[in-house]
């Protein structure tokens, strides 16, 4: 049995509460990772072309206020 089927299996006899509350936490911790990521492509400078394009367009008038 592999790691992830063990915890496959612990949560199958998990409460009907307490799966909510992991998927509470899971969700949690998943959006927690999206940030990480983000953050670690805007400092690898992975971003950079998409923010200068945004830039260009709002400058050409390609952009309205929210």
């Known amino acids: 049995m592999t790691r992830l089927e063990k915890i496959e ?12 509350k992991l998927a509470a936490w899971m969700a949690e ?10 953050e670690d492509d ?3 400078g992975k971003l950079d072309k998409l923010a200068e394009q945004a830039l260009a367009d709002h400058r050409a008038g390609r952009s309205r206020s929210l």
């Open 9 to 20: 299996q612990d949560i199958a006899s998990l409460t009907p509460a307490d799966v909510s």
């Open 29 to 38: 911790y998943q959006a927690e990772l999206w940030d990480r990521q983000i």
């Open 42 to 44: 805007a400092k690898a």
